[in-house]
């Protein structure tokens, strides 16, 4: 009945009344059972799973199954059945998540009051939901959520945010800023925004106790103009810490307690320099204390030191340290993080020589340092627990005197102040060691390194944010800057107008110099004719061609560099100069090459992949065989240029492979555009 259709296929059926047997090894088996049932059905085989090597065979084999002469529906029905799944596997990370934020909230439902219906206390982890689900900023992803005394935030990715007071209402508001934000940080009674093009916006009683609710711009007050680009932002309960991109950290608000580094004065009414070459600034948003990190990994604290919450140890008695004082007996490793609350901070250490690589240490009061102890603890102690044998921590958060942490393995603990059911664990009694919360299945478990905790005043925050990075840099021009910053790998200096040194990379500088000698010498020459701030932002000019960053010095070295060349073409050129190729990867009995500086560069992003890269400083060879080839290639290329490599051929096994390996790669971590990237081209070759 078929066949004078499919001739080319069976064209012996037409010809011979014989029941003849003919081998039609061409085709796959999947290829030909995909066939064959459509001949009796018109329909795909359902348990047959469609890839893309069958719609390639299809694809060439038109002539051969006469799909153009007949009908073509059955290449259709394929190619709709593959784009249903991939658009499956978009939904994921794109139109699922944005209609179905996982958020848990338990604590203090008061100020704002969140849950209309529900008590004061939930002291079970329950679903939060947005009132107006069509809200147009409720329907993008969560980015991060910030809780304090008296608002609570949300973040969306594309840079909106609303806002929840203190009143009994539940309907928010929206935050009234024209400009992208990325990131919010609270106080007790004060907030502030930091936006995408630098600066930060704040308000509260704290900031301007004369119109609390309208937002200034802080950054603006710096009295230097030319360090009015922020990079980060911390607030503690009455107070506003600004690190910039000249790494220099700025206070604003209460200095009651000395939190700003100095005894005088009790209240900055325009940010006030605190220290320079700063790494990181940590604090709460109920603590009167700070922590700075500087370029060197040396800690600093000062502020409130009552119940020796700032870690100086026995020597130390004052409850009050009213200058940046060295912290001399920290753990070894490398610190990731410091959350305080009240009274007490807890500080994260990796160490790659110990199992787990993650620990928490704590020090400050008694009841919320999670050793169960009557006694303070003046010095940061490890917190021991069998909830975290063999477990690394994922994320932590620190409220007004409760802990909450998030470990690797999807274990949500506390332990503290839990008079509102602040940790979740269906009650309100208080906890002086951790204690793991029991929580109801997450909906995204598999992706469980994409939740994050925010403690509030009193409550708690668990959700599901694949854009709230571990890093703030997610694309070349900022992965250059920090390069800038790591003092480790320079090998060529440069002095400036008052004697100071100031280093950079060779390689970085031959290509955005144009690889020419006398372009350096006459970098040479500016350089020695400007400050050191100067001299900072001329060279992040050079290593990100970021003119914004100083607009008039730029100008100054727009001759010497290759200022219309964007930075991925730069990556690019270096990444195909085979001289300077110096790190070896074998994998699968093939080596690849890379310039390591450039890994470097790119580790901290991807420590899952290269974590050799910056701990060894050899040409270490190292397999990676569980990845293909192609899934290797596409990486590495992507490495250096943000672009997927043309000349490969992007296959659903492809993007299966580069979906089950999203921990792996730590692309929510980073930066997701890779992936999609290869949803586009896939689409785009089919």
Same mark, same amino acid.
């Given at each position: 009945?078929?066949?004078?259709?499919?001739?080319?296929?069976?064209?012996?059926?037409?010809?011979?009344?014989?029941?003849?047997?003919?081998?039609?090894?061409?085709?796959?088996?999947?290829?030909?059972?995909?066939?064959?049932?459509?001949?009796?059905?018109?329909?795909?085989?359902?348990?047959?799973?469609?890839?893309?090597?069958?719609?390639?065979?299809?694809?060439?084999?038109?002539?051969?199954?006469?799909?153009?002469?007949?009908?073509?529906?059955?290449?259709?029905?394929?190619?709709?059945?593959?784009?249903?799944?991939?658009?499956?596997?978009?939904?994921?990370?794109?139109?699922?998540?944005?209609?179905?934020?996982?958020?848990?909230?338990?604590?203090?439902?008061?100020?704002?009051?969140?849950?209309?219906? /529900? +008590?004061? +206390?939930?002291?079970?982890?329950? =679903?939060?939901?947005?009132?107006?689900?069509?809200?147009? /900023?409720?329907?993008?992803?969560?980015?991060?959520?910030?809780?304090?005394?008296?608002?609570?935030?949300?973040?969306?990715?594309?840079?909106?945010?609303?806002?929840?007071?203190?009143?009994?209402?539940?309907? &928010?508001?929206?935050?009234?800023?024209?400009?992208?934000?990325?990131?919010?940080?609270?106080?007790?009674?004060?907030?502030?925004?930091?936006?995408?093009?630098?600066?930060?916006?704040?308000?509260?009683?704290?900031?301007?106790?004369?119109?609390?609710?309208?937002?200034?711009?802080?950054?603006?007050?710096?009295?230097?103009?030319?360090?009015?680009?922020? /990079?980060?932002?911390?607030?503690?309960?009455?107070?506003?810490?600004?690190?910039?991109?000249?790494?220099?950290?700025?206070?604003?608000?209460?200095?009651?307690?000395?939190?700003?580094?100095?005894?005088?004065?009790?209240?900055?009414?325009?940010?006030?320099?605190?220290?320079?070459?700063?790494?990181?600034?940590?604090?709460?948003?109920?603590?009167?204390?700070?922590?700075?990190?500087?370029?060197?990994?040396?800690?600093?604290?000062?502020?409130?030191?009552?119940?020796?919450?700032?870690?100086?140890?026995?020597?130390?008695?004052?409850?009050?340290?009213?200058?940046? @004082?060295? $912290? =001399?007996?920290?753990?070894?490793?490398?610190?990731?993080?410091?959350?305080?609350?009240?009274?007490?901070?807890?500080?994260?250490?990796?160490?790659?020589?110990?199992?787990?690589?993650?620990?928490?240490?704590?020090?400050?009061?008694?009841?919320?340092?999670?050793?169960?102890?009557?006694?303070?603890?003046?010095?940061?102690?490890? $917190?021991?627990?069998?909830?975290?044998?063999?477990?690394?921590?994922?994320?932590?958060?620190?409220?007004?005197?409760?802990?909450?942490?998030? @470990?690797?393995?999807?274990?949500?603990?506390?332990?503290?102040?839990?008079?509102?059911?602040?940790?979740? +664990?269906?009650?309100?009694?208080?906890?002086?060691? &951790?204690?793991?919360?029991?929580?109801?299945?997450?909906?995204?478990?598999?992706?469980?390194? *994409?939740?994050?905790?925010?403690?509030?005043?009193?409550?708690?925050?668990?959700?599901?944010?694949?854009?709230?990075?571990?890093?703030?840099?997610?694309?070349?021009?900022?992965?250059? $800057?920090?390069?800038?910053?790591?003092?480790?790998?320079?090998?060529?200096?440069?002095?400036?107008?008052?004697?100071?040194?100031?280093?950079?990379?060779?390689?970085?500088?031959?290509?955005?110099?144009?690889?020419?000698?006398?372009?350096?010498?006459?970098?040479?020459?500016?350089?020695?004719?400007?400050?050191?701030?100067?001299?900072?932002?001329?060279?992040?000019?050079?290593?990100?061609?970021?003119?914004?960053?100083?607009?008039?010095?730029?100008?100054?070295?727009?001759?010497?560099?290759?200022?219309?060349?964007?930075?991925?073409?730069?990556?690019?050129?270096?990444?195909?100069?085979?001289?300077?190729?110096?790190?070896?990867?074998?994998?699968?009995?093939?080596?690849?090459?890379?310039?390591?500086?450039?890994? $470097?560069?790119?580790?901290?992003?991807?420590?899952?992949?290269?974590?050799?890269?910056?701990?060894?400083?050899?040409?270490?060879?190292?397999?990676?065989?569980?990845?293909?080839?192609?899934?290797?290639?596409?990486?590495?290329?992507?490495?250096?240029?943000? =672009?997927?490599?043309?000349?490969?051929?992007?296959?659903?096994?492809?993007?299966?492979?580069? /979906?089950?390996?999203?921990?792996?790669?730590?692309?929510?971590?980073?930066?997701?555009?890779?992936?999609?990237?290869?949803?586009?081209?896939?689409?785009?070759? *089919?």
């Amino acid at each position: 009945m078929r066949s004078e259709l499919y001739r080319g296929m069976f064209l012996s059926v037409t010809e011979d009344k014989s029941n003849k047997v003919t081998d039609y090894s061409e085709l796959s088996n999947k290829s030909f059972q995909i066939f064959e049932y459509w001949i009796y059905s018109n329909q795909i085989k359902d348990e047959i799973e469609i890839t893309q090597e069958i719609i390639n065979e299809f694809k060439t084999g038109i002539d051969y199954f006469q799909l153009n002469e007949t009908n073509p529906n059955l290449f259709d029905l394929l190619i709709i059945k593959i784009k249903i799944k991939i658009k499956i596997k978009i939904s994921f990370f794109i139109f699922f998540f944005s209609k179905m934020n996982e958020i848990l909230f338990f604590g203090r439902n008061k100020k704002p009051k969140l849950f209309k219906n /529900e +008590t004061e +206390t939930i002291a079970k982890p329950i =679903q939060f939901k947005f009132e107006n689900e069509n809200e147009n /900023e409720n329907e993008k992803q969560i980015k991060q959520i910030s809780t304090s005394w008296i608002s609570t935030i949300f973040l969306f990715e594309n840079g909106k945010a609303i806002e929840y007071l203190q009143s009994s209402k539940q309907n &928010p508001e929206k935050i009234q800023i024209e400009e992208n934000i990325q990131k919010v940080s609270f106080g007790f009674q004060n907030e502030a925004i930091l936006t995408k093009e630098g600066n930060v916006f704040a308000k509260g009683y704290a900031i301007n106790p004369k119109n609390p609710n309208q937002f200034i711009n802080i950054s603006s007050l710096i009295e230097d103009t030319n360090d009015r680009i922020i /990079e980060d932002v911390v607030c503690g309960e009455n107070s506003i810490y600004l690190l910039t991109s000249n790494h220099n950290a700025y206070g604003f608000g209460d200095n009651y307690y000395s939190q700003l580094g100095s005894k005088s004065p009790t209240q900055a009414e325009k940010p006030i320099l605190m220290m320079k070459n700063v790494s990181k600034i940590f604090s709460g948003n109920s603590s009167y204390h700070i922590f700075i990190l500087n370029s060197n990994q040396e800690l600093f604290a000062s502020g409130n030191n009552a119940n020796g919450q700032l870690g100086l140890g026995e020597s130390r008695k004052e409850k009050t340290i009213k200058n940046f @004082t060295k $912290i =001399q007996n920290i753990p070894k490793g490398k610190i990731i993080d410091i959350k305080c609350g009240s009274w007490h901070s807890i500080m994260l250490i990796e160490n790659e020589n110990q199992n787990p690589k993650r620990k928490l240490y704590s020090c400050g009061y008694s009841q919320n340092n999670g050793f169960g102890k009557i006694q303070d603890t003046k010095e940061f102690t490890e $917190i021991k627990s069998s909830l975290f044998e063999n477990d690394d921590i994922l994320d932590f958060s620190v409220g007004y005197n409760h802990t909450l942490i998030l @470990t690797y393995k999807g274990k949500l603990i506390g332990f503290g102040d839990n008079r509102f059911g602040q940790l979740g +664990t269906g009650d309100t009694n208080n906890q002086l060691i &951790p204690i793991q919360i029991e929580l109801p299945k997450l909906r995204f478990n598999e992706n469980i390194s *994409n939740y994050h905790i925010s403690c509030g005043f009193q409550n708690s925050f668990l959700y599901y944010s694949p854009f709230l990075s571990l890093s703030p840099f997610s694309n070349l021009e900022e992965d250059l $800057i920090k390069l800038f910053r790591r003092k480790e790998f320079c090998n060529i200096s440069f002095k400036t107008k008052n004697g100071e040194i100031i280093e950079a990379h060779k390689l970085i500088l031959k290509y955005r110099l144009n690889q020419n000698e006398n372009q350096i010498e006459k970098l040479q020459e500016i350089i020695s004719n400007k400050s050191i701030k100067e001299s900072n932002q001329i060279f992040e000019m050079i290593y990100s061609n970021n003119s914004k960053i100083n607009p008039k010095l730029y100008s100054e070295i727009k001759e010497i560099i290759n200022s219309n060349e964007k930075i991925e073409e730069t990556m690019k050129r270096i990444y195909l100069n085979e001289n300077e190729k110096d790190f070896i990867i074998e994998r699968k009995e093939k080596q690849y090459k890379f310039p390591k500086l450039i890994l $470097i560069m790119r580790s901290e992003l991807y420590r899952g992949m290269f974590l050799s890269v910056t701990e060894d400083t050899s040409n270490k060879v190292t397999d990676y065989s569980e990845l293909s080839n192609e899934s290797f290639q596409i990486f590495e290329y992507w490495i250096y240029s943000n =672009q997927i490599k043309e000349e490969i051929q992007i296959t659903q096994e492809i993007i299966d492979e580069i /979906e089950r390996g999203i921990d792996y790669f730590q692309l929510n971590q980073t930066n997701p555009n890779l992936f999609d990237l290869l949803i586009k081209k896939f689409n785009n070759q *089919n």
